[in-house]
Nanobody, 115 residues
Framework: EVQLVESGGGMVQPGGSLRVSCAAS????????MIWVRQAPGKGLEWVSG???????YYADSVKGRFTISRDNVKNTVNLEMNNLKPEDTAIYYC?????????WGQGTQVTVSS
């Protein structure tokens, strides 16, 4: 079965940096695009970033220039480097993959940006 496990969350001060990672298994990782989605307290899901199977990268306007998504097809991981973090970045960060018609999610990792 598809498994996605996020890690790397934590607490950081505004302006700081954090790197969250997603370890994938149970599918042909290199053949699929991956996305990061986040959910702030009391808010809905917000798409943050995506990386295609071919390596193309995409970002929401709210994080463009601050976040960098990458993938390692040897380790089967997708990473999100988050720089110049803002309090509004506080959320649970999830990685996700769409395989045909089935979307799979990780359990999420909490990122808190606070002074």
């Amino acid at each position: 079965e598809v498994q996605l496990v996020e890690s790397g969350g934590g607490m950081v001060q505004p302006g700081g940096s954090l790197r969250v990672s997603c370890a994938a298994s149970g599918f042909a990782f290199s053949a699929y695009g991956m996305i990061w989605v986040r959910q702030a307290p009391g808010k809905g899901l917000e798409w943050v970033s995506g990386i295609g199977a071919g390596g193309g990268t995409y970002y929401a306007d709210s994080v463009k220039g601050r976040f960098t998504i990458s993938r390692d097809n040897v380790k089967n991981t997708v990473n999100l480097e988050m720089n110049n973090l803002k309090p509004e970045d506080t959320a649970i960060y999830y990685c996700s993959v769409l395989i045909v018609t089935r979307r799979s999610w990780g359990q999420g990792t909490q990122v808190t940006v606070s002074s």
